[in-house]
């Protein structure tokens, strides 16, 4: 579904990541696991293009049919609002505290496919229910409600969405380990109503817990890729092992 072809990242003469390689099958939960600086969040900076000013990305990042790299803005534009949706670390940074979330769950999903405000409430009530989440939650405010809940609330909208590609950037890091494993159920939850998800982490819980799929990075290079079950039971790679022996 997604497929990166020697994809190369420069920022300010320092190459960030270097020639990588890497494919994330459509219908799977693919985690990209590596230590902090490793170029994961460049990857995916790239493949949405939104890099920082100076950075420079080569090589290819084949989707539908597109290089997104070569995209022109217009079909990124279009991709970012139905076929990307993103979840990144804590919620609460996403939502404005003085806004109910009523208005802001219809702008972070049926806004962004052009349904009216009555359609969203009608769908999302039946969706914040799959979730466990009540409906009164759309009369509050984001501050009433706990980080755990306003990451559910993300995946409320990606549900609503329905993109091809839900890339989720450390959305686990500032949950604690019990609403870090219910969030990975209501992500599978995501993935089986057919998104494909990208995971980034550096937690090998998580890849272990959620993940099919797994991309093992460092120091800006893929070192390792593979379903989870392999990786897990004979790495290949010296710092996978290490990884992995430094888990218990
Ligand atoms: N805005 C920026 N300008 C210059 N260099 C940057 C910028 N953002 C990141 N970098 C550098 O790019 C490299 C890769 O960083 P990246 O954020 O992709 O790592 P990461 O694997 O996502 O790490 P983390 O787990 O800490 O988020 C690092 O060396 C970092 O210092």
Redesign the pocket.
Known sequence: MLEARDLSID??GAT?VKGSSFFIPKGKVTAMI?E????????VAALLRIL?A??LASGEIRFMGMNLLKATDEEMAALRKKEFFTIFQDASNSFNPSVRMDRQLYAFSAGRIGDDHEAFRKKMKEILGKLSLSADILDRYPFELSGGMLQRCMIACALYVEPALLIAD?PTSALDKVVQKEFLKWLRLLNESGTTVLI?T?DLDVVADAADEMIV?RK?EIVETGTVADVLERPAHEYTKRLLASRF
């Open positions: 920022i300010n960030v590596g902090s600086g490793s170029g994961k969040s460049m990857t920082p100076g950075a450390e980034i550096h990075m800006g």
